[in-house]
C-alpha cells in the first residue's frame, strides 16, 4: 500500500495548473460563474484567494479540489490531466493528492478526534494500524490537543474541532491543501492559531497551500494573493519572504522600487 505523499520542494512543474476553466450552472438558463481561468501553482507556494461574495472562489475551489467538474477547461494536478479520470479514479486521486479544510470543520461527532484525524488513512489503507494512531497521535500534538486524542469531536469547541480538521486535512501530507474560509467561524485568536498551522506545515512539509478567505490581515501574510472578481483573475500578486511586493513574473524577479508596501490587493474584501 502506497505511503502518506513525500512531498519534494523540487518537483518538476506546478502542482496545480488550470488551462481555461470554464464553469456553468443551471439548464434551461444557464449561467456561467467561471469565465476561463488560467491558474498556476508550484509546489510549497502559499496562497490566498480573495474577492467579494459570488465571485466564483469556493466554486473554482471545488473545481480544483476535484469535487465537481469544469465545464470546460483543464486541471492539472501532479502533472496528471484530471479531465482524463472517470469519477471513481478522481476520489482516488483527490484522496492522495489533497487536503481539505472548510469553513465548518466537518469531523464526524461521533468518533473521537484520533478517529477523526486517522479517517483519510483509514481511507486510504482499508483498516487501522498502530503506524496510522501514532500519525494521528502525533497531528493532534502539533495542533496542540494532545489533552484531546479520546475527546469525542463533538466536546471540542469551535477553534479546537477546526484544529482537529486541519490536522485531518494533513494526514497523508497531501502536495496540495485547499482550505475554504477555514477561519471564518473563529475569533480572531482561534483564527490566527489556525493560520498559524497551516503556515507551519506549509513550511514543514512544501505541501502548497489555496486559502479562500476575506480576512485581509491574514491573506496579507500569504506570499501571493490571487484576487477573483466576477469570474475572472482580476488580480495575481507574489510578494518575496520580506514581504514586498513581486512584478508579474514572481519570484526571482528583483522587486518592484515603487509601492513595494506589501499590501495586498483585496477588491470588495
Ligand atoms: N451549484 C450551483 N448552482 C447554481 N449556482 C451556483 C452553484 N454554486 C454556485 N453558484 C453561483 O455561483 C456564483 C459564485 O458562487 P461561489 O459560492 O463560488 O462564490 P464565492 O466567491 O465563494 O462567494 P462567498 O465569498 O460568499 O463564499 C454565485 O452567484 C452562486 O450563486
Ligand atoms: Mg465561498
Redesign the pocket.
Known amino acids: 500500500m502506497a505511503e502518506p505523499n513525500q512531498v519534494s520542494a523540487d518537483l518538476a512543474g506546478p502542482i496545480l495548473r488550470l488551462e481555461g476553466v470554464r464553469k456553468s450552472?443551471?439548464k434551461k438558463v444557464i449561467?456561467e460563474?467561471l469565465h476561463g481561468i488560467d491558474l498556476a501553482v508550484q509546489p510549497g507556494e502559499f496562497v490566498a484567494m480573495v474577492?467579494?461574495?459570488?465571485?466564483?472562489?469556493?466554486?473554482?475551489?471545488?473545481l480544483v479540489g476535484l469535487l465537481?467538474r469544469p465545464t470546460s477547461g483543464r486541471i492539472f494536478l501532479d502533472g496528471t490531466d484530471t479531465s482524463t479520470l472517470d469519477d471513481a479514479g478522481l476520489t482516488r486521486f483527490r484522496g492522495e493528492k489533497i487536503g481539505f479544510v472548510f469553513q465548518h470543520h466537518h469531523l464526524l461527532p461521533a468518533f473521537t478526534t484520533l478517529e477523526n484525524v486517522m479517517m483519510p488513512l483509514l481511507v486510504h489503507r482499508g483498516s487501522p494500524d498502530d503506524e496510522m494512531r501514532e500519525r494521528a497521535r502525533q497531528l493532534l500534538v502539533r495542533v496542540g490537543l494532545e489533552d484531546k486524542i479520546g475527546a469525542m469531536a463533538s466536546d471540542l469547541s469551535g477553534g479546537q474541532q477546526q484544529r482537529v480538521a486541519v490536522a485531518r486535512a494533513l494526514a497523508m501530507h497531501p502536495p496540495l491543501v485547499l482550505a475554504?474560509?477555514p477561519t471564518g467561524n473563529l475569533d480572531t485568536h482561534a483564527a490566527d492559531q489556525v493560520f498559524d498551522l497551516l503556515r507551519e506545515f506549509n513550511q514543514e512539509y512544501r505541501g502548497a497551500f489555496v486559502i479562500?478567505t476575506?480576512d485581509t490581515r491574514l491573506a496579507s501574510r500569504c506570499d501571493r494573493i490571487v484576487a477573483?472578481v466576477d469570474?475572472v483573475i482580476e488580480s495575481d500578486v507574489r510578494k518575496n519572504p520580506e514581504g514586498a511586493v513581486l512584478p508579474p513574473g514572481g519570484a526571482g524577479v528583483p522587486p518592484n522600487p515603487a509601492g513595494t508596501s506589501g499590501e495586498p490587493l483585496t477588491p470588495g474584501a
Not at 51 to 62: C, D, I, M, R, Y
Open positions: 450552472f443551471g449561467t460563474v474577492g467579494p461574495s459570488g465571485a466564483g472562489k469556493s466554486t473554482l475551489l471545488n465537481d475554504d474560509e479562500v476575506h477573483i469570474g
